[in-house]
């Protein structure tokens, strides 16, 4: 056993901070002197606080500590992957929104140049073709091409680009695309889960590529999140 005094010494945590830890069910003494209230700690416990010191290094809340010290090995490494994402998300769009500020507090705001796109698009038979099975389109904010189908015209493209066209009109959907290491692996109604969850793209593709993990994805796992926001705002993600 080892004093209260001592296991501060060794994880270089204060008898205050062990106390705040005891308090919140964190880092309970594995005995306590009736009579004194002189609290000891086993060796045994000297991982779990070397963790607790540094995760309260990295900034998160003691509850979220408490949830993270309680899983296994793997899933709390996910779990803090998935708060630091959170922690970067939050500062870009912080900085994001600093950057605002400062143009629009010194007047800069109104010099802001909205750029747009000069562009063109055609499909048609290949030389060696004699019909054409691609589709191509070009818009104000959305360029894409769509490999066709042998026979079926440029339907297949033409329906596949469509799918993409709201994308345009940039406010409130999220989109999602993945390779088949997460989509053949994960539960459709798992993929809607954490897309439907409020947070920055970042965070979720960071989710995304955690539950492809746990269900073994046997393939690579590549994931774009993106969320169609109004640019005449900071945009908070």
Request: charged share 25%.
């Amino acid at each position: 056993m080892l004093s209260i005094s001592e296991f501060a010494r060794i994880t270089r945590l204060s008898p205050r901070a062990l106390r705040l830890y005891d308090k919140f069910g964190l880092l309970r003494p594995a005995a306590v002197d009736e009579s004194s209230g002189y609290r000891s700690y086993a060796e045994g416990q000297l991982d779990r606080a070397r963790l607790i010191a540094w995760l309260r290094r990295l900034g998160m809340p003691l509850a979220r500590i408490a949830q993270v010290c309680d899983l296994p090995p793997d899933e709390a490494a996910g779990a803090v992957a998935r708060y630091w994402a959170q922690i970067e998300a939050e500062t870009a769009a912080r900085g994001r929104l600093a950057g605002f500020l400062v143009d629009h507090l010194s007047g800069r705001a109104a010099a802001r140049v909205t750029l747009g796109l000069r562009c063109a698009a055609s499909a048609r038979p290949g030389p060696v073709r004699d019909t054409n099975d691609d589709y191509a389109y070009a818009g104000s904010r959305l360029l894409a091409v769509a490999d066709g189908m042998r026979g079926l015209g440029d339907r297949v493209g033409r329906a596949a680009v469509g799918a993409l066209r709201p994308l345009e009109t940039l406010a409130g959907d999220r989109y999602l695309l993945c390779t088949d290491g997460l989509s053949t692996v994960v539960p459709a109604g798992e993929l809607r889960e954490a897309l439907s969850v409020p947070g920055a793209p970042r965070q979720v593709v960071e989710d995304l590529i955690q539950r492809a993990y746990a269900y073994r994805a046997p393939d690579n796992v590549a994931v774009v999140v993106a969320d169609v926001v109004a640019l005449d705002e900071p945009a908070g993600s």
